[in-house]
DNA sequence: CTGAAAGCGCTAACAT
DNA sequence: ATGTTAGCGCTTTCAG
C-alpha cells in the first residue's frame, strides 16, 4: 500500500495525495482533500516518510549519547530531551557508550548513515576515528553537548552547569557547618566535570584556610559501589575525617550505605554532601544534602537547542550555564559552623 | 556526497561501490574493493541507509514503548534492550508514554512512518485509534511485549514473569516471619501485572488462613510519592498493620522514608517487603527485601526475540516467562515465624 | 486546483 | 567481475 495505490483509489495524481498526507495547507480542494483522508482511513494507509525523508533529506529524528541510562542521573535528562523531541515531533534514538570511545564512534556512525537531524551528545574521551570526526564535522550536522565537554566539539554550543562555582558552594556549606576533613570522592579523572569540580573543593578549602590534601581527593566512576567501597576501605585509615563529599549522588549513595555498617552517625561525626540531586536522594537515610543541578531541564533545554539548530535560528550556537542550587536536607549539619 | 561521486572518482559503477559499501563477500575483486575503500576513506563518504533502507524495506531500527524511563524500574530493562539491538547493529527509538493511550498511539504511528523492523512495547490500556491498530496488525510488523500484556496485542508474543507466583512467594515470606496485617500497595488497578500480583497475595493469605481484607489492598501508581503518602495517611488509622507489601521497590522506597519519619522500627514493628529488586532496593535503610526480576534480562530477551521475529525465526511466536527469586535483606525478619 | 515528470540515493536483478 | 537499469515511495517543480 503506497501513495500510489492511493491516488488511483481516489482517482487523483500521486502529487495531491502527497500534498494531503503532508497537510499542505494550500494546492488541493477542501473536497478531493476529504475524499482522499476518507480512503486513506478507509483502507489504513500510513505513509512512508522514509522514502519522503530521501526526497527532503530530514528525518525528524535526533540521536542521544550518554554514558548509561543505568545512571541515576540521565533517566531525567533522557526525559527531558524525550518530552522536547515528541513535542516537536521528533523521534528519539538513544545510545549508551559505557563511555566507550568505541561504541560512541559505532553509534555516532549509525546515526550518520541514518541521517538524523541532529546529535545530542553527552561524551568524554578524544575519537580515534579521525575520518570519521572529519566527515561529521564537515556534514555541518548539529551537535549539542550535554553537561560535558570535549575537546573533539569543542566548537560545538552545549547545555551546562558552573561545576565549579556550584562545588565551591557545596563544599562552603560543609565548611560553615565546621568540616575541615574533607574526603572528596571525585568521579572520573580525566573528565570535565570532575576536574572543574575539584577546582571548586580547592577554592572553598582555600578560602577556609584549609590545607589542601591530594590524598584526600579520591578518582573513581559514578556508582554507589564506589562510594561504598571508597568509605570502607579508607575511612579506617582517615579517622580524621569530617565530612565526605560525594561528586555524584549515585556515589554518596555508597557512602551512607558504608558509614550505615560502619555505624558512623551522619552527619553528626560525618557530614556527607552529594550532587546532582537526583530524585532518589530525598529519600536517602538520611535525606542527602546536595548541589542540585536542573537535570530535566538541561535535557529539555538541550533538545529546544538543538532544534533550534537545525532551523538555523540564530543565537542558537551560543553555550548556556543553568543554575545550581544548594538543598540542605540531613546529611550535613544544620546553620553555622563553630570552628570557622 | 552520494555513491555516484564515488563511482566516478574510482572510475567504476555504482553497483559496484553498493556492493562494497554493503560488505558483499562477492562480486567484486580485492583490488577495486582496496581501490573504493580507499577513495570512500580519504572523502569521508557516510552511505545513506535511508535510501538502501527504501529500496530493502528494512531499516535496521527498532522501537520501544514504556511509561517512563524516570521510573526507576526501567533503565535496567531499557539497558537491556538496547545492548542487544546495538549488537545486532540496530538502532533504538525510546518513547515514553506516561501511560497516555493518546502518546502511546502517536509514537506508534511514528514507528509506523519511520518503517521500524519491530516494536518492543510495554503498555497498558486499549487503543482508541482502530484505524491505526488495524493498520498495525495487517502491516504483519513483528512486536513483542515486555513485562505487561494487553488485550489489543493478545496474540502477540512476550516476555514475562509469573507475577502470580512471586508475588505469592513473597507474601509467603512475610507470613513465614510472623506478619499477619498486610497492607498491600498495590500499584495502578486495571494493570496486568497489579491484578496479578493481587492474586498471588490473596492466595498466600488463603493458604495461610488470614482473613482478606478489602481495605488493606490500595491502588497507586509506582511511585515512591504513592509510597509515601499512602502510609502517612494510612497507617494511622490501621494500627495493627505489621507488614507492608509494595507492588514495586518505586513504591517501597517511599514507604520506608515514611516509616522512618514515623519512627517506627522495620522491621521489628512492621516488615516491608518490595517487588523487582531495583538496583538501589539494596542501597536503601534498611536494604530491601524483595522478590526480584531479572530486570536487564528480560528487556535483553525480548529484543533477541523481536529479532527472531523479524528474521521469522521459528519458534520466535512463543511468550516466554522469567525466573523470579525472593532476596531477603533487612527489611522483613529473619527465618520462620513464631506465629504459624 | 491538479497532473506529469524528474529526481532523492541506493539496491538488485540482469546483462556483458 | 563489473556495468546497466529498473525500481523503492515520496516530494517538488513546472505546466496546464
Redesign the interface.
Known amino acids: 500500500m503506497n501513495i500510489n495505490d492511493i491516488a488511483h483509489m481516489v482517482g487523483v495524481s500521486k502529487g495531491t495525495v502527497s500534498r494531503v498526507i503532508n497537510n499542505s495547507k494550500t494546492g488541493v480542494s477542501e473536497e478531493t482533500r476529504a475524499r482522499i483522508l476518507k480512503t486513506i ?1 478507509e483502507v ?8 519522503g ?2 526526497a527532503i533529506a530530514k ?1 525528524k ?1 535526533i540521536g542521544l549519547i550518554i554514558p ?3 545512571n ?1 542521573f ?3 535528562m ?2 527531558g530531551v ?2 522536547c523531541a ?1 513535542e516537536n515531533g521528533y ?6 557508550t559505557d563511555s566507550s570511545i568505541r ?1 560512541q564512534e ?2 555516532l ?2 546515526f ?4 538524523v537531524d541532529g546529535i545530542l551528545i553527552n561524551t568524554c574521551g578524544v575519537m580515534q576515528d579521525r ?2 570526526w ?2 561529521i564535522c ?2 555541518g550536522i548539529p551537535i549539542v553537548l550535554l553537561d560535558r565537554k570535549t575537546s573533539d566539539f569543542a566548537d560545538k554550543p552545549g547545555i551546562f552547569i558552573d561545576n565549579r562555582e556550584a562545588a565551591y558552594m557545596g563544599v562552603s556549606h560543609l565548611i560553615d557547618t565546621g568540616c575541615r576533613k574533607i574526603l572528596f570522592l571525585c568521579g572520573p579523572k580525566d573528565v570535565f566535570t570532575s576536574s572543574e569540580r575539584l577546582k571548586g573543593y580547592c577554592k572553598a578549602l582555600h578560602i577556609a584556610d584549609i590545607p589542601y590534601r591530594e590524598d584526600y581527593v579520591i578518582y573513581g566512576t559514578h556508582t ?1 559501589q564506589y562510594g561504598y567501597d571508597t568509605i570502607k576501605e579508607l575511612l579506617p585509615r582517615y579517622p580524621e575525617v569530617d565530612a565526605v563529599f560525594a561528586g555524584a549522588d549515585t556515589i554518596a ?2 557512602v ?2 558504608a558509614l ?1 555498617e560502619m555505624e558512623i552517625p551522619v552527619p553528626d561525626q560525618i557530614s556527607v554532601l552529594g550532587f546532582d540531586n537526583i ?2 536522594s ?4 538520611p ?1 542527602l544534602t546536595t548541589v542540585a543541578q536542573p537535570i530535566y531541564d538541561i535535557g529539555y533545554r538541550a533538545a529546544e537547542k538543538l532544534l533550534s539548530c537545525i532551523r538555523h535560528e540564530p543565537g542558537s550556537d551560543k553555550s548556556e550555564y543553568m543554575g545550581t542550587v544548594l538543598i540542605q536536607r540531613e546529611s550535613t549539619r544544620k546553620g553555622r559552623g563553630d570552628e570557622t
Chains 1, 2 share one sequence.
Open positions: 482511513e489504513g494507509y500510513i505513509p512512508n516518510r522514509m522514502a525523508s530521501i528525518t529524528t548509561d541510562i543505568q541515576l540521565f533517566p531525567q533522557v526525559r524525550e518530552n515528541m523521534s528519539l534514538f538513544l545510545c549508551n561504541k559505532i553509534y556512525r549509525a550518520m548513515e541514518k541521517r575520518t570519521l572529519k566527515s564537515q556534514s554507589a549513595v555508597g551512607l550505605k550505615r530524585m532518589f530525598e529519600f536517602l537515610s535525606p
